[in-house]
């Protein structure tokens, strides 16, 4: 018999909101306050997410994202900086306990199961999609949906982002991407890289459509019974009304996760010299396997 | 039962999350398993507790990224941090390419040496991995 696992959908947020939501449902499910869920999720306005180690300074063009009203913020998972537009992509994210049936212990064989199970929905809207190890999910050889996790606790969460219809020349122009460098044709080349699903279909389906085959395949793959509800335990509750604004704070969207030679953290302001050429490093491979 | 994918060194000890524990004296020198990378994959970033960082054993005392993971590093004992390894921090791949050697994360003092009679030995890691191997095949979806 299956289990039953929660289906959440919170509609357009803030980033802050979408990033706090994260924290406090993986947190209410590492202490059972929570079922299992799978949830989805749009932001608006459009917003940019660095990765949980990342520096914004070295990721973001945040005058850009300032003038054109991009919000930005930090996830809690792993990977590079995004861009998600206002209500143009849809976010989808699974909360269950590490040591739940079927779920793989080894992270990579994890991220396999992980993007088969929206590989499964996106077949029910027609598309025929593949997994691109690591963490990749991708159609004809472009890039439709990256993926990213973390854990608290027992519990963790796994999130991916599917380009319903997705803007790359915003993209670019609000993250710091070494292709910037690149020729014109280099540039063209890159955006042939990410596909959207209006690309692919040759028209975009209505959201809720997107939404039902994307449950349908997370139930069939991970064999769970998918039952529609909301956040509304008393304990929960108090733990939104405590995070909600904490996503909102410099401290959290500027903070890195980085030391200083002499061992203290610190915050964004003067980047050691070895970490910022350790981010140099690291976005000179940065290509479209970063991206969203 | 031995264990011929992952090396194991018997010198040390082992805790159910992968870090292998070299005891010296009162201290401890704490590092990943190669069967708690097979786990990871490939790091990108670690986040290790500074020197005077209290340590609880189980709870939470980092973060490491691989492959858009970020996992906790947990304490194997409970102690105190005398230093942490700025090189891996630095540069995180040592700890794939050396992990036994270059790529120990930071250096303990025990607070209660009798902890590490709840450790495993090399003999019982290697059970233990393999335990795990089999649980992997027998409850994998896919």
Redesign the interface.
Known sequence: MSSSWRLLDTGSLSAAHNMALDKVILSARSRNLVPNTVRFLQFSPQCVLV???QAVELEVEEEYCRNKGIEINRR?????NLYLGDESQLGWELFAPRDS?????????M???MC?SAIAGLKRLGVTASYRP??DIEVNGRKIS???????GDAFLYQGTLLTDFDVDTMIASLKLPIKKLEDKQIKNFKNRVIDLKEVLGYLPPMQEIKKAMAEGFAD???VDLVPGGRSTSRVKVRWRNWKGSRRKNRWKKYR???T?K???RRTKGIPE??SK?DAE?NSHADVRHLP | MENLQWQVPEDLYYDRNDYWVKIQRDEAVIGLTAFGQ????DI??L?LP??GTALTRGKKIG?I????????LTAPLTGQVIE?N?KV???PHIVNQDAFGEGWLYRMLLQDPAEVAELMNATGYDRWIAE?IQ??KE????
Do not use: C
């Not at chain 1, 049936?101 to 064989?109: F, H, S, W």
């Open positions: 990765g949980y180690h809690i998972t792993g990977g590079g049936a079927g779920i793989p212990n080894r992270l990579e064989d991220y396999r199961l088969e690591a963490n990256g993926t990213g996790g973390t854990e608290i793959v991970l064999e996760r980085f030391r030679p061992g203290r953290p070895r970490m350790l690291k | 097979y786990n990871t994959g990108l970033y986040e500074t020197e973060s990224e691989s492959g858009k993971w970020v996992g906790k942490s700025q921090e630095s540069n795990q649980k992997e409850t994998t979806v896919l």
